[in-house]
Nanobody, 122 residues
Framework: VQLQASGGGLVQPGGSLRLSCAASENVVSIHDMGWYRQVPGTERELVASISSGSRANYADSVKGRFTISRDDAKRTVYLQMNSLKPEDTAVYYC?????????????????WGQGTQVTVSS
């Protein structure tokens, strides 16, 4: 697993959670990264993205409530989720471009992390 997502859980409406997506030790660098979410029976949707230059973009449904950030030294991307609503309930996945050594060469590949469940319910 090259991207490890964590931080999901059960929270009441109006509450907050912070998701983390950490790259494994064999990952040299992270580049454009994003968080997606998926509800069973629906397509995976982009929640937020952040470029290697830290330019962030958000889905309209989360603007003003979610904040994506990155720590390149730790090769980790975060998603701070505030004012959570029941409709935010989903499995959240991180995705992005990572740099690694492959057969002695530095390559950049697109990878997905495993999901972390976020449930917003009273």
């Amino acid at each position: 697993v090259q991207l490890q997502a964590s931080g999901g859980g059960l929270v009441q409406p109006g509450g907050s959670l912070r998701l983390s997506c950490a790259a494994s030790e064999n990952v040299v660098s992270i580049h454009d990264m994003g968080w997606y979410r998926q509800v069973p029976g629906t397509e995976r949707e982009l929640v937020a993205s952040i470029s290697s230059g830290s330019r962030a973009n958000y889905a309209d449904s989360v603007k003003g409530r979610f904040t994506i950030s990155r720590d390149d030294a730790k090769r980790t991307v975060y998603l701070q989720m505030n004012s959570l609503k029941p409709e935010d309930t989903a499995v959240y996945y991180c995705n992005g471009e990572i740099g690694r050594l492959q057969s002695g060469r530095f390559v950049i590949v697109d990878v997905w992390g495993q999901g972390t469940q976020v449930t917003v319910s009273s």
